[in-house]
């Protein structure tokens, strides 16, 4: 477990220059949940660029060439992708915790602009918070696979990949199913119990980790450090 430990501290040594970029940014977040009188906006685009920080890492390790490190290491490259997965899942409960603090603060504030507000309700905030981590989380399932296959250069073009691929099935299900319909009904299930949010929303994040991880381990493991 150490070893684990140490290899998420690498890559944060390794990607702390993505991190203040990313962080720079939640400013960003922050004006658009502002402007428009949405937290949730300020919620979705702060994992979002929670992603782009995570993505970092592999940009920064590759004009380096610190992997090269791993290889003199008393390490072994299960290790070292738990060990990224910590450090992204550590940077993902982070950006979650300030896009929370950001969403309260916004209807504190005197707003320039107030267009279509959604009301900010304890079932709202939660739901939001946590419905943005498992994007999160499907983000960085998604993208790690990738870039720990190829180059992350040649992978960088797949970062949006995760938001395309919600976008198009939330059309696809919305034309030939009654999806938003039966979503309608899930959030007012999730409205009478809202303790579940936080079950559901834990769960479904670590799942979506778990079986990511497994895949990049299958993937890096023949892959030459």
Known sequence: MNRIINAAKLDFYAGKSGLVTSSFLLIVAFAVGALSNISTFTCFLTMVFAVTACGAVFSAHEKSSSEKLYGILPIKKFEIILGRYLYAFIVGIVFAAVASLLSLLIPHIPHLAKIAAVPLTFTTYWGTIMLAFIYFC?????????YFRFSFAKAYTFTMLPMYLVVILAVLLSRKTNFFVGLSHFMQFFTD?????????????????????????LIYKKKEI
Do not use: D, E, K, R
């Not at 499907?138 to 990738?146: E, L």
């Not at 799942?207 to 895949?215: E, P």
């Open 138 to 146: 499907f983000a960085i399932g998604i993208s790690f696979p990738i």
């Open 193 to 217: 119990h809202t303790y579940l949010i936080f079950i559901f929303g834990t769960l479904a994040s670590l799942i979506l980790i778990i079986i990511s991880a497994i895949i990049a381990n």
